[in-house]
């Protein structure tokens, strides 16, 4: 029995719909999936719907950014409640901080030689929330540049010239709006942020502090060593376990659902001692 606790859909920036999502998890035997799309959880009702008529558990979710120090942090939030209101006032504030974003990152890529308009943005996104994959997407089909990952290495990835960074909550706040709507706050894919393991010990010690419950110990770029440190780590403050793809569709090409790269069996008991912990 096994699950997959991190997938996007094309609410965020994965390339299929919530609905098939679901059947895809089926079809690949899961247990249960859960849909932490960034920033939003527009995409939780047609998912936990579509649970329904297949018969297979879904699990609502969301994928928080948090600055902290000088990256990004990624807090994963599992079995919320996403019509809470804790959840609903902090969306209203990400939707306004996105769109003052949105304006500057078209302004410095028109400085840039790179005409990209928001309605143009808005359609690739097909009405959900914009992110850097959407740009991308645009100025490969306007000819700007031949693939998407041109795109993000020549102008919209951090340092790039059409880059710009977009405020975020903190951690302690990203954990307080997950516990407060009942869910499990998971603190995501730790060897990204650029920290060694000493660091990101220290990380998480802080976290714990702010109410952090999880760590993902399972995760498709992590190495076997990665894998054994970081489950140390979350063993050493008595952490809950969890695991995902970070399944994006066509845009990551490389990661199959509930497997990564191949690398991943996330056990269904990841799923039920969070789930056992929050009765």
Wanted: proline share 2%.
């Amino acid at each position: 029995m096994y699950t997959d606790l991190h997938t996007h859909s094309e609410a965020s920036d994965g390339t299929l719909a919530p609905a098939e999502l679901v059947k895809m998890a089926k079809k690949a035997g899961l247990s249960s999936v859960a849909l932490t799309d960034h920033d939003t959880v527009d995409g939780i009702d047609e998912f936990m719907h579509e649970g329904s008529k297949e018969h297979i558990e879904t699990i609502a979710g969301i994928e928080l950014a948090a600055a902290y120090k000088n990256t990004e942090l990624h807090i994963v939030g599992l079995f919320i409640d996403h019509k809470s209101k804790a959840l609903t006032e902090s969306m209203d504030y990400i939707v306004n901080e996105r769109n003052e974003r949105n304006e500057k990152m078209i302004r410095a890529l028109a400085r840039n030689g790179i005409e990209v308009s928001l309605e143009e943005l808005e359609k690739n996104a097909g009405g959900r929330i914009i992110t850097r994959a959407h740009y991308a997407n645009v100025m490969v089909e306007k000819g700007y540049v031949k693939t998407k990952e041109e795109a993000f290495d020549r102008y919209i990835s951090s340092g790039r010239p059409g880059y710009v960074k977009r405020e975020t909550l903190t951690p302690k706040k990203c954990i307080e709006v997950i516990r407060d709507s009942g869910g499990v706050p998971v603190l995501a894919h730790a060897t990204l942020y650029g920290f060694g393991y000493l660091e990101i010990h220290q990380l998480v010690g802080e976290l714990k502090n702010y109410g952090l419950m999880a760590m993902e110990t399972m995760y498709s770029t992590y190495t076997a060593r990665q894998s054994d440190e970081i489950r140390k780590i979350c063993d050493s403050y008595g952490l809950f376990k969890s695991g995902g793809s970070d399944f994006h569709g066509a845009n990551k090409p490389d990661i199959e659902l509930g497997v990564g790269r191949g690398n991943l069996r996330i056990p269904q008991k990841f799923a039920e001692d969070m789930k056992e912990a929050l009765k």
